[in-house]
């Protein structure tokens, strides 16, 4: 729901929610368009509504725990992608996901979760200690200590 939130607190000229459970879904529409009544607001519930709407977005990010083991499939057929289109995978182990390969295929610009993850731990140190962290050594330090793959 965070991300959705912030995804509409950005001022898109369109927001597609999708996911695997269509009941979900529907819960964080309805919690999104009562937050931002002027919401341009679709709710994509089925593969092949979720594909096309994927392919005319400028953004797509993969928030579902799919992608956390090494065999799980992309989410998105290699034509919801396309050249230019930037998209993410919240998930930063393993890296790059089927979903994140998938659309670098196609010619996505593609990010994985890491440089969130680093984010969120530098947000948290500043409000426990009330310092500053050096991000750019947190991120430094989460890419060499993750696995390798791909």
Request: glycine share 6%.
């Amino acid at each position: 729901p965070r991300v959705a939130l912030a995804c509409a607190r950005s001022g898109p000229a369109q927001l597609t929610i999708g996911g695997r459970s269509p009941r979900r879904a529907e819960a964080l529409a309805h919690w999104l368009r009562t937050a931002h009544p002027e919401l341009p607001l679709d709710l994509a519930l089925d593969p092949q509504a979720q594909a096309a709407a994927a392919r005319q977005a400028d953004l797509i990010i993969q928030a579902t725990p799919v992608g956390l083991h090494a065999d799980d499939p992309s989410l998105l057929p290699p034509a919801a992608f396309h050249p230019g289109q930037h998209v993410m995978d919240l998930i930063y182990n393993p890296s790059p996901t089927a979903f994140l390969r998938t659309a670098r295929a196609a010619g996505a610009v593609t990010a994985d979760g890491l440089a969130m993850l680093a984010f969120q731990g530098e947000r948290s140190f500043e409000i426990w200690t009330g310092l500053k962290p050096p991000i750019h050594l947190m991120l430094k330090t989460l890419e060499e200590q993750r696995p390798a793959h791909d």
